[in-house]
Every structure is written in C-alpha cells, then in structure tokens.
C-alpha cells in the first residue's frame, strides 16, 4: 500500500474568502473538505470539486482546487462526466438539500445505483437559503418557512434510507459543529470506492431558526462511540436510518465493497480515457471542440 504523505490544511486554502453570513454551517463543512484531502494527501490537482447552485454551492469557489461551479440540480451529471473523462482525480461533489434532494434528485438517485466512485456532501440545512428562507425537501412538517407560513405541510425526505435503498455504498452523517468528526467521516467516504453521501448538518443561522447548533447538540450521539459496525448488516443500516428524535446518529450508517461503474465499465479498462489515445483525426476532433465552443 503506498504511503500516504498527508498536507496541510492551508494547501487547499482558495483564491477569495467565503462569504457566507458569520456562524453558518457551511464554514464548518469547507474546512472539513480541505482537511479530509489533506489527511488522504490528494494533491490539488488531483482533486475536482463540482457544485450547483446554493449558499453551500459556492464551495468551489472558496477551495484550492479545480472546480465547476454549475447549473442548479445539476452538479451530479456534470461531476459525472468529469469524473468519467479522468477517472484518476478524486471527485467531491459538493451543495445544499434543495439543489441535491429537490431539483437534482433524479440526477442523485441515477449515480448512486451506478456505485460511481465520488463522494457527495450535501450540507443539508433544511431550508433553501439562497432564495431567503423557502422551505424544502428536508424542512420538518409543521416547519413555518417564507413560502409555508401555515405551517410546512409536506413531509420530509429521508436522505439516508434513500440512499442505502438507492445503491450508494458509503451512507454518512456529519455535523459542522462536530468538525474533525466531520472532516474522519468525509475523509472516509473520498477513500471509499464508490459512490459515498455524506448528509451533513449545516445549520443556516439566517432562515432555519429551528435546526440550530443547540438543537443539534442537544440530540446527535456518535455510532462509533456504540462500536456499531456500518458495514454488519444492510437490514439494520437501514434501520438506523431512520432514527430521528431526540437522538439522531452521527457517522457511518452503512458501508459496502463492491464493483464500481469504473470497475465494470469496458471503455475504462486501460485507464483515465483522457490519458487514452484519441484514436480519431485530430482535425474531425478538434471540428467537434469548435462546434461545442
Ligand atoms: Fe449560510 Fe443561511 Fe447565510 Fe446561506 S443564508 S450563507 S445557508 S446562513
């Protein structure tokens, strides 16, 4: 096994300071991602971070890395193309509950039964926060938000049991207010192959006046601090995915090994096809680049 050389946080550090209102989860997150690269040593430049639209979205933008900052719901398709085209960079996929469990769900649920090997984290702070406090696919029923002031009168999604049910084979939670945790659990799923979700807490300070830090702190408990083995049983995994109350699990909730969509996929058994010869006239490719651009 090579050895890994890990780097310091600082190497990730991005070209412009974030911009997200003081104290909210996201910040938590971002550190997170920089750290987990760095204890796994991924290079910047071999590791690719892709976003939608949203707060979180911005992510991209605030980390040394390449990145594409793309289309709302829509940064699962376009880190899959990337990912595809240079199998060789690790592939973090980053953005909030709205872009990834609402307007990109299709997009989510296609890639997890694939087992591509990315590595999702959606910091899931139950509103959309962008557009100001609208609610969405994990707003609590009874929420009261800018666009349910009655009252939110749909239920929420369970990112989790949706995932494990999906095909995804590393299903995680985190918390931005338990950050090295945070960072370990992220960390695990890059190193995982295959698809990982990784749901994390990250509280909007602005527009989520209910899920808050203390709110969280008073319910999440670590599984690894219970010696629960994520990877013992699929049928208790999901199980566990469900529990939500006044204890609400942190860490892995499920882990498997198995084949990927890279593993199986014949156009990938000599490598990274952009390290492939392109086996077309290099004029009829570049008229293709032309016609794209
Ligand atoms: Fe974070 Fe909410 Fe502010 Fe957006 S609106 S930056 S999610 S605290």
């Known amino acids: 096994m090579a050895t890994v050389i890990e780097l310091p946080v600082d190497t990730y550090k991005g070209p412009v300071d974030p911009d997200w209102c003081p104290g909210c989860g996201d910040f938590g997150v971002l550190k997170s991602v920089q750290e987990a690269a760095g204890k796994l040593?991924?290079?910047?430049?071999?590791?690719?971070?892709?976003?939608?639209?949203?707060?979180?979205?911005?992510?991209?933008?605030?980390?040394?890395?390449?990145?594409?900052?793309?289309?709302?719901?829509?940064?699962?398709?376009?880190?899959?193309?990337?990912?595809?085209?240079?199998?060789?960079?690790?592939?973090?996929?980053?953005?909030?509950?709205?872009?990834g469990y609402g307007i990109g769900l299709g997009h989510l649920i296609h890639a997890m039964r694939r087992n591509l090997d990315v590595t999702y984290v959606v910091m899931d702070n139950q509103i959309y926060g962008l557009t100001t406090g609208q609610a969405s696919p994990t707003t609590t029923k009874g929420h009261k938000t800018k666009s349910t002031p009655a009252g939110n009168i749909e239920s929420p999604l369970n990112p989790l049991a949706?995932?494990?049910?999906?095909g995804a084979t590393y299903v995680a939670r985190g918390f931005s207010g338990e950050q090295k945790h945070l960072a370990d659990t992220i960390a695990?799923?890059?190193?995982?192959?295959?698809?990982?979700?990784?749901?994390?807490?990250?509280?909007?300070?602005?527009?989520?006046?209910?899920?808050?830090?203390?709110?969280?702190?008073?319910?999440?408990?670590?599984?690894?601090?219970?010696?629960?083995?994520?990877?013992?049983?699929?049928?208790?995994?999901?199980?566990?995915?469900f529990e939500w109350g006044d204890k609400i699990p942190l860490g892995v909730?499920?882990?498997?090994?198995?084949?990927?969509?890279?593993?199986?996929?014949?156009?990938?058994?000599?490598?990274?096809l952009v390290k492939q010869p392109l086996e077309i006239d290099k004029k009829v490719f570049n008229s293709f680049i032309e016609e794209l651009i």
């Open 41 to 99: 040593g991924v290079k910047p430049e071999n590791l690719m971070v892709v976003s939608g639209i949203g707060c979180s979205s911005n992510l991209p933008g605030f980390i040394h890395a390449y990145g594409v900052h793309s289309l709302h719901g829509r940064s699962v398709p376009v880190a899959t193309g990337a990912h595809l085209a240079n199998t060789d960079m690790k592939t973090v996929i980053t953005g909030g509950d709205g872009d």
């Open 162 to 166: 949706l995932a494990i049910t999906a």
């Open 188 to 241: 695990g799923g890059i190193a995982h192959k295959g698809f990982a979700l990784i749901d994390v807490f990250s509280p909007c300070v602005t527009y989520n006046k209910i899920n808050t830090y203390p709110w969280f702190k008073e319910r999440v408990y670590k599984l690894e601090d219970e010696g629960w083995d994520p990877s013992a049983d699929y049928y208790k995994s999901l199980e566990k995915s």
């Open 253 to 272: 909730i499920y882990k498997h090994e198995m084949d990927t969509y890279e593993d199986l996929e014949p156009a990938l058994k000599n490598g990274a």
